[in-house]
């Protein structure tokens, strides 16, 4: 069973998504893309959560966070390529 809490796409291979844990990033969980009812791409962060479903959890995409996060990054990738 998959634990609760904020996760980032790290990858997408072969119908298979891997998660990282938000908290501990050696927490890593695949999940099958039907599992999403939502179009995922890698860098997106979701939230996963438990309910009486049958799959016994929903997942959640955490627009704002993840927009904020590709920001982040693409600051960080323009700070770099300044440098020079």
């Known amino acids: 069973m998959i634990r609760t809490g904020k996760y980032t796409v790290e ?3 072969n119908d298979q998504v891997k998660l990282l844990s938000k908290e501990d990033e050696t927490i890593a969980e695949l999940l099958p ?10 860098g997106d962060i979701v939230s996963v959560e438990s309910n ?3 799959s016994g959890f929903e997942i ?7 927009n ?3 920001s ?3 600051d960080l990738l ?7």
């Open 60 to 66: 959640t995409l955490l627009e704002t966070e993840t």
């Open 11 to 13: 990858s997408i291979e």
């Open 33 to 42: 893309v039907e599992s999403f009812s939502f179009e995922i791409k890698e």
């Open 72 to 74: 982040k990054v693409g």
């Open 68 to 70: 904020e996060m590709k």
């Open 52 to 54: 009486g479903s049958e």
């Open 78 to 84: 323009e700070k770099l390529k300044n440098k020079k």
